[in-house]
């Protein structure tokens, strides 16, 4: 009898998508394999009335996951490698980074509106969002528009959404691309104007170190391009020490065997925004992403990041 493989997942429906994706990608390598999908709750899933920013980031919608890793009671768990923290825990390591959907985030409109766009809103406008890294590069680009912190899965914010007097929402390209909610994509925005978050679009395989039979199994899904640019967002998110409480926004890619990394950070308030970009060998690419990094540390982003990161009152 073939050993069972099992699968750790949070349950929501894009969770459930992306471990029942990776299945698939694994039953279609392996005829006969035996797979079990296992549902774990998350810290993440179960604070729904407190902003991300209030609660930290560290491991939130992971943590729980790598606790059953560790304790054997799962063999791989699937994230959103955006959620993943940019040091693994000992003991665990990336088995695969599979091909990177969307990395782009979307605006989505109210379904009463008529906005083909953001440049259509009007002063004053409401979007939701629960992102501080959407909200600076928001306000940046529409200093006039009201933030409005949202929390929830895809499927609670876009209800969320048809049921309040909000303008629109901003979500992630990849997450309605997966849900097939391609009709309630109003804009898709350009990165020049919202850099993604570091990992957007991607999914991350973890496992226990040394686990040579899943290892194995995994292999063929690790996508290099998706491998490489993820990596250098990781390096320079870890250089800058960041989570989803700090305004950072980074894209890399490989095109004709070179890596081109932009990378963002801002004030919460968007006021001040420090851009930068580099390209190289995708081979160097933790040591590209912690060298735009150091830029951007050097350009101003020490002092926004410290003013942040200051204690309230």
């Not at 949070?10 to 035996?34: H, M, T």
């Not at 259509?120 to 600076?136: K, N, V, Y």
């Not at 391009?225 to 870890?238: C, G, H, I, M, P």
């Not at 490989?254 to 990378?263: C, K, M, P, R």
Request: hydrophobic letters at 40%.
């Amino acid at each position: 009898m073939p050993e069972k493989t099992r699968i750790g997942t949070r349950s929501s429906a894009l969770a459930l998508w992306q471990s029942n994706y990776i299945k698939d990608q694994l039953e279609r390598l392996y005829p006969g394999i035996v797979i079990e999908i296992v549902h774990i709750k998350t810290k993440g899933d179960k604070i729904l009335d407190s902003p991300l920013s209030k609660i930290g980031d560290k491991g939130l919608f992971t943590k729980e996951l790598e606790v059953a890793l560790l304790d054997n009671r799962i063999d791989l768990a699937v994230h959103s490698l955006k959620d993943l923290t940019t040091t693994i825990p000992d003991g665990l390591q990336l088995g695969a980074v599979a091909a990177r959907e969307d990395i782009r985030d979307v605006f989505i409109t109210h379904l009463s509106k008529n906005y083909n766009g953001l440049e259509e809103l009007p002063d004053g406008a409401t979007i939701a969002t629960g992102s501080l890294r959407r909200r600076c590069q928001l306000l940046a680009f529409l200093p006039d528009v009201h933030i409005q912190d949202v929390r929830g899965n895809i499927n609670t914010r876009i209800q969320k959404l048809d049921e309040s007097a909000w303008d629109g929402m901003l979500l992630a390209s990849a997450g309605l691309l997966r849900m097939g909610w391609h009709e309630r994509m109003t804009q898709v925005i350009d990165p020049k104007i919202i850099l993604p978050a570091v990992g957007q679009g991607a999914l991350a395989v973890e496992i226990r170190e040394n686990d040579h039979r899943v290892g194995e199994l995994l292999a063929p899904l690790d996508d290099y391009n998706t491998v490489q640019s993820t990596t250098a967002e990781r390096a320079l998110l870890r250089r800058l020490e960041g989570g989803c409480q700090i305004p950072v926004g980074a894209w890399g890619r490989v095109v004709d065997n070179v890596l081109y990394l932009d990378a963002m950070v801002g004030s919460l308030d968007g006021a001040t925004v420090v851009r930068d970009k580099i390209s190289g060998n995708p081979d160097d690419a933790a040591g590209l992403g912690i060298t735009l990094a150091e830029e951007l540390l050097s350009k101003g982003a020490d002092s926004i990041l410290e003013n942040i990161r200051l204690p309230e009152d």
